[in-house]
Structures are given as C-alpha cells and as structure tokens.
C-alpha cells in the first residue's frame, strides 16, 4: 500500500488514509467524552450515589465513543476500485458497480469559507449514468488521492500499449 492506494495488477483501489480516520476519531470522541463528563452530571439528581452518577457517564461516555468510531470507520468509509472495465463504488452496506463504457465521472470541489476563511474543503464524485447523475462525497480523501483517482477515471491520454511492437506502428502512424 502507498500512501492509501492499493496497487493491484488491472485495477487500482482509492480510499482515504486509515490513520487520518482514526486520529480524527479519537480526538471526537475525546471532545465528547469531555463534554460528557461536565454536561451530564448537571442533569442527573442530586440525591444519586457519586458512583452511580459516575458509572451513568462512563456507559454514555463509552457509548458516544462507539457511535463515533462505527460512524467514522464504517459509516462515512468510502472505497473506490477502477478496473479497466468498470469502477465499483462501496459505501457502508452498499456496493454499486459502473461500466466504464457507458458512464462519465466528473469532479465537484467545493471550498467552505466562515466569516471568508477557509474552513475545509468537500470533494465530491459525480456519475453520469443511464441519464440520472449521481453526487459521491469522498470525505477524508487528500488532495493527492482524488487527482489520482480522477486522472485514472479520466485520463487525458489513452494508456501505454503493453505491446512495444503495437507502440511502435502507433507511432508510425502519425
């Protein structure tokens, strides 16, 4: 694996980077397990037991925690294979398959902006397919990754022939 790309003869795999998913995983469910443990007592009474009232938000603390890593790792995991016939797409449960023949991809990047900062940037997918136009968000995917994947799914010249005998009358046909 190089940096979150799979290299497999005939096709190539795009996903984002496991280790960014499961730093930010951690420092969310540190930031909520931090907000539990001084939110919640405030709404739990006052007669209850210390440990009782402990041991309430240790389970929502672990609770939230786990909702959390199954939302980062499962949930929004995106997994792009391309294939010189067809690009397969999975998503959390959902699995969708595009011949490339009759398909066309395009790109959607959208910059954020809060009071004009730049707060983040939303690159998205789009498929063109049997007439209907379908919008995948690639969260966590880097600049990097999505270029790559685009240049695979759209490439500006055609591929290299395996074949140096079929390069060189391509080229003698010029």
Same mark, same amino acid.
């Given at each position: 694996?190089?940096?979150?790309?799979?290299?497999?003869?005939?096709?190539?795999?795009?996903?984002?980077?496991?280790?960014?998913?499961?730093?930010?995983?951690?420092?969310?469910?540190?930031?909520?397990?931090?907000?539990?443990?001084?939110?919640?007592?405030?709404?739990?009474?006052?007669?209850?037991?210390?440990?009782?009232?402990?041991?309430?938000?240790?389970?929502?603390?672990?609770?939230?925690?786990?909702?959390?890593?199954?939302?980062?790792?499962?949930?929004?995991?995106?997994?792009?294979?391309?294939?010189?016939? @067809?690009?397969?797409?999975?998503?959390?449960?959902? @699995?969708?398959?595009?011949?490339?023949?009759?398909?066309?991809?395009?790109?959607?990047?959208?910059?954020? @902006?809060?009071?004009?900062?730049?707060?983040?940037?939303?690159?998205?997918?789009?498929?063109?397919?049997?007439?209907?136009?379908?919008?995948?968000?690639?969260?966590?995917?880097? @600049?990097?990754?999505?270029?790559?994947?685009?240049?695979?799914?759209?490439?500006?010249?055609?591929?290299?022939?395996?074949?140096?005998?079929?390069?060189?009358?391509?080229?003698?046909?010029?």
């Amino acid at each position: 694996m190089i940096d979150g790309v799979s290299v497999v003869s005939g096709e190539r795999v795009f996903r984002r980077h496991p280790a960014r998913a499961v730093v930010s995983a951690i420092l969310i469910s540190a930031a909520l397990s931090a907000a539990t443990l001084f939110i919640l007592p405030q709404f739990l009474p006052r007669r209850m037991d210390l440990s009782t009232r402990g041991m309430i938000v240790l389970a929502v603390a672990i609770a939230l925690t786990l909702v959390v890593f199954v939302s980062v790792l499962w949930l929004r995991n995106t997994r792009i294979v391309v294939r010189p016939d @067809r690009v397969e797409i999975g998503r959390a449960g959902n @699995r969708e398959v595009y011949d490339r023949a009759t398909t066309a991809f395009r790109s959607k990047i959208t910059e954020h @902006r809060t009071n004009g900062l730049r707060s983040g940037i939303t690159r998205a997918l789009i498929i063109e397919n049997a007439g209907r136009e379908i919008t995948v968000e690639l969260p966590g995917f880097t @600049r990097a990754t999505f270029n790559d994947l685009m240049a695979t799914l759209n490439p500006i010249a055609p591929p290299a022939a395996a074949d140096p005998v079929a390069a060189a009358r391509e080229r003698a046909q010029l």
